[in-house]
């Protein structure tokens, strides 16, 4: 499995997974509305995409980081706002490995760190995150105001 980080070539085939994984989370199919998304944050240079490509040059999987800042340690944060792995291609290490690429991004940024956000009932993330160093956080309330 190759590791590298998303451009406007894999838009097509990244729109895809942005789909599925957006269905996941029972959003309604919208191919078109997630290349444009996925278009405009790679254009605008906002986020960070890593991809997981197969030897046979198919995406089976993408980690989707935003930059933050944290005034009390006066340095960049992550958020992992996104983590998907075509359900074919699960169970083989690849959420490991866009996690490790997530990791290397962190430490390559001078970050302080990052962090991430996932359902309770998400069961696979939610057994995954701590086998790869996250901790769960249970000193902080976490508060949403939405529109």
């Not at 097509?12 to 994984?21: D, K, P, T």
């Amino acid at each position: 499995m190759k590791y590298r980080k998303a451009t406007p070539k894999d838009l097509n085939r990244l729109s895809e997974l942005f789909n599925a994984y957006r269905m996941f989370y029972r959003k309604p199919t919208d191919i078109e509305s997630a290349k444009t998304f996925l278009k405009e944050r790679i254009s605008n240079k906002d986020s960070e995409i890593f991809v997981a490509e197969t030897a046979e040059s198919k995406l089976v999987g993408f980690v989707q980081l935003y930059p933050l800042f944290s005034s009390t340690r006066m340095k960049k944060f992550w958020l992992l706002n996104d983590l998907f792995v075509h359900p074919e291609s699960r169970s083989r290490g690849v959420s490991i490995g866009l996690i490790e690429k997530a990791k290397a991004l962190v430490l390559e940024s001078n970050a302080c760190g990052m962090f991430l956000e996932t359902e309770k009932s998400n069961l696979i993330g939610n057994n995954l995150y701590p086998k790869t160093g996250f901790e769960l956080n249970r000193g902080s309330n976490f508060y949403e105001w939405s529109v």
